[in-house]
């Protein structure tokens, strides 16, 4: 392997188990399918970014048993990878791990929670992650959290002592990088889409009324669903 490795960090798509939030407001079925588009947009994000560059996409992906599954979500062409235990700081260090040990250059982790992330980040990432010394690139969440993390080397560190879920993810990240004298590239806030409130945050861009994020992706396959299916938000 060379070239960056691109890893989405998802679950199998399944009603009363994805998007529970959301769920709560439209639906478990409709959160699910969302959920599914969510991650092909994603993929598609990944797909965007200038081949010259050198990645190559992944699913890191939970539960065991879901291949099947998840080879007809993502793009052919992408390896998967099973995700290491339940707790969100082993599963990024474990999958930094062994895409790393494959023999990539760098690693970008990603939420599949964010079907208009711009590809233009992604690349953005990847130039960074390939300027000379040890260094970390982080895209913060709009809601405390990221939505990437890159890095050269896994540092363990930078997964500990994290309170995963909370609005101090993005920030307590920084200072564990800080702690070890990791430099640091903070790429332009994004969104995730986890409740009803960043969902209408998502209509608005994909249908051009976006107020707060603008000059995502296309997003294919939200932008579909949501078209025909305007009462998800009300």
Known sequence: MSGAAIGIIC?????????????????????????????RDVAAAIVAVPEALGRRGYGVYAPAGAEHVMRQLLPAEFGLLLQAGDDLGHVLIGAARALLLAGHDCVLLVNGDSPTLPPRLLAQAIEALREPGDRMVLGPASDGGYYLIGLKYPHQQLFTRISWGTDSVA???????????????????????????????LRDELF??????????????????????????P
């Open 171 to 201: 920030r307590s990240t920084c200072e564990r990088a800080a702690e070890i004298g990791l430099a640091t590239t903070l790429l332009p806030e994004w969104y995730d889409v986890d409740d009803i409130q960043s969902l209408r945050w």
């Open 208 to 233: 051009g009324h976006a107020a707060r994020f603008r000059g995502g992706g296309f997003a294919a396959a939200s932008r579909a669903f949501l078209r025909d299916a305007p009462q998800m938000t």
């Open 11 to 39: 679950k199998e798509p399944q009603p009363g188990r994805s998007k529970t939030r959301l769920a709560a407001a439209i639906g478990v079925v409709a959160a699910s399918e969302l959920s599914a588009c969510f991650l």
